[in-house]
């Protein structure tokens, strides 16, 4: 849980979901400064859909949202996003980079979105300084994703929401990764909310759950 007398940035009471199936009903959590929690699970136990709940992109069927002490979903539309725009960070499996663009081209929009200069050191440790006037079709499916999340982190977010996101990384890579994202967490007291099925991954967390039955069941 956060640290006695600091607000969590992320706040999450007696949340249900459901499609076609219940997901999960009646959660409860909260992740404060400098912390990293995951969730692993099956598929379809509903580890992404919690996580684009939490992340702005899902309003729940029932229960609340907060995000640095705000209802998310009670708020304009115009507000969301600025939430989204400043202070979240989206990590997901795929890229989503704009293929038309360089690498550098495409962690320039987003450092120029949210109001940020772009950190070399950063790109330096993700290990792309060599890629970045190419083509996102010109890269390897692992630089792909290593652009990908240093334009994440480019946004110098306050929160960083990440669905399986070394996937397509080697193992050598995706711990050099995460280590970056880790040092981050620590160095700009944000947090990381992470859902993989790499349950060694998950396990570099401090916080680790495993959703299962409908249910958050701790596992340490």
Not at 29 to 52: C, D, N, P, R
Not at 64 to 80: I, N
Not at 102 to 115: K, L, P
Not at 139 to 149: A, D, F, N, P
Request: glycine fraction near 6%.
């Amino acid at each position: 849980m956060e640290r006695q007398g600091t607000s969590p940035l992320l706040s999450v009471r007696a949340l249900s979901h459901r499609f076609d199936y219940q997901l999960f009903e009646d959660l409860s959590f909260s992740l404060g400064k400098g912390e990293s929690m995951a969730v692993i699970g099956k598929s379809g136990s509903g580890k992404s859909t919690l996580l684009h709940i939490c992340s702005t992109l899902l309003p729940p069927r029932k229960g609340e949202v907060e995000l640095f002490g705000r209802k998310v979903y009670s708020l304009p539309q115009r507000e969301l996003l600025l939430i989204r725009r400043f202070h979240v960070g989206i990590v997901f499996q795929s890229h989503y980079l704009f293929k038309g663009f360089t690498a550098m081209e495409n962690i320039e929009v987003a450092a120029i979105m949210a109001e940020r200069e772009i950190d070399r050191r950063l790109l330096e440790r993700f290990g792309i300084l060599h890629v970045l006037d190419k083509k996102v079709s010109e890269l390897s499916g692992g630089e792909q994703q290593r652009v990908s999340i240093a334009r994440v982190l480019s946004k110098r977010p306050k929160i960083i929401f990440a669905d399986e996101p070394t996937g397509n990384l080697d193992g050598q890579t995706a711990q050099e990764v995460m280590e970056v994202i880790f040092d981050y967490v620590r160095r700009e007291a944000a947090a990381l909310f992470l859902v993989t099925h790499d349950e060694e991954l998950a396990r570099s967390c401090k916080r680790l759950y495993r959703l299962e039955e409908r249910r958050l069941i701790p596992l340490q």
